[in-house]
């Protein structure tokens, strides 16, 4: 039998990462893509090109195959910190675009047909999202358009572009709204660290009786889906009948300050939060799940508590060992 393969566009992030494992377990051929290599583990690809999918040339030479499954989630992107402060629209806007314009024109002249696209709940209306309890983020709420940040105006951008693939050139891309992806091996200082991982490094570094900053008043509410899961989903969608768009998101909806708390109650630490202005997004945003139960018959199921337990104790080993390197230098 012959050995599958797939590509992993943005195999040096943190999804891409667990995706390239998942991909090896179940006997694929891995050829990742991306600007840099995982920071925090070593890459399970079978060959790992690096390069800007930007470059049409760089995008022609690592699609020089067909591929059983094609994984697109490379994009420019980070937490609210990043997104949300408008100092890098243009960079967002551009990076995004054209790395999905590339990708998708290379997959269709080398008849490519299965190719998944990670979208982002970031493209739903800010109008539906303004209750912080009762967010609308069903997929059919996508229109009239509205989003509250150019990064999710240029996820609406492709999540069109893939589906017009599709039915102009007879492929089979799926596409997914990812809501909120933690867990161990991402980003968690910098400035693109997502609200989970933010939470869980200002709790490690905190001393009993100190305080942690939380941006906003703490009652904006998000739900957060573990990594696990998010792959399991993606694969699920990819190798399905259905095109989408569909929300891979977790329906345990929390508030901000919720999500502190449950961090510093992981930690056994005595601390407090204390709420200061910061860059936020939307009021209310949780995943819908209906759509998936009803097409693939599958929805996550992993308490947030327990993807955050994990994620915590990953961060908190990660600091003793930056900690230790600085004391050895």
């Known amino acids: 039998m012959t050995q599958k393969t797939a590509l992993v566009c943005g195999a040096g992030g943190f999804i891409g990462g667990h995706l390239v494992k998942r991909l090896k377990a179940e006997g694929f051929w891995v050829r990742g ?22 470059e049409q040339d760089f995008v022609r030479r690592v699609i020089d195959r067909p591929f059983d499954e094609v994984y697109q989630l490379a994009a420019d992107m ?34 490519i047909k299965r190719v998944f696209y990670s979208s982002s709940a970031c493209m739903y209306p800010e109008h539906n999202q303004l ?21 999710g105006w240029e996820k609406l951008f492709s999540e069109r572009l893939y589906l017009a693939y599709n039915r102009n050139h007879g492929m089979q891309c799926r596409v997914a709204r990812y809501h909120n992806i933690f867990g161990p091996e991402g980003t968690w200082e910098g400035g693109k660290e997502k609200a989970p991982a933010a939470m869980c490094r200002k709790v490690a570094m905190a001393k009993d009786g100190g305080k942690i900053e939380v941006w906003g008043d703490g009652k904006q509410t998000r739900s957060f889906l573990f990594v696990d ?14 095109e989408g768009p569909v929300n891979i998101g977790s329906e345990e909806m929390v508030t901000i300050n919720q999500l502190a708390e449950m961090v510093i109650n992981l930690s056994g630490k005595d601390i407090g939060i204390e709420n200061i202005p910061g860059p936020l997004g939307v009021r209310g945003r949780n995943s819908d799940n209906r759509l998936i139960r009803e097409k693939l018959g599958w929805e996550p199921g992993l308490p947030l508590r327990k993807g955050m337990q994990t994620t ?17 230098s």
Request: net charge negative; aromatic share 8%; charged share 30%.
């Open 78 to 111: 980070g937490g609210a910190g990043y997104i949300f402060t408008g100092e890098n629209d243009a960079d967002i806007m551009h990076n995004s675009a054209t790395i999905n314009l590339n990708v998708l024109d290379a997959c269709h002249k080398r008849n």
């Open 312 to 328: 915590y104790e990953w961060i908190s080993s990660e600091i003793d060992k930056k900690h230790n390197r600085q004391k050895a």
């Open 33 to 54: 893509v991306d600007l840099k290599f995982n920071e925090h583990a070593e890459t399970r690809a079978d060959d790992f090109a690096i390069g800007d999918l930007r």
């Open 229 to 242: 899961e998010c792959i399991e989903g993606t694969v699920r969608l990819l190798r399905s009948d259905f």
């Open 131 to 151: 209750d912080p309890d009762n967010p609308n983020c069903a997929e059919d709420s996508a229109y009239p358009a509205n989003p509250d940040s150019e990064y």
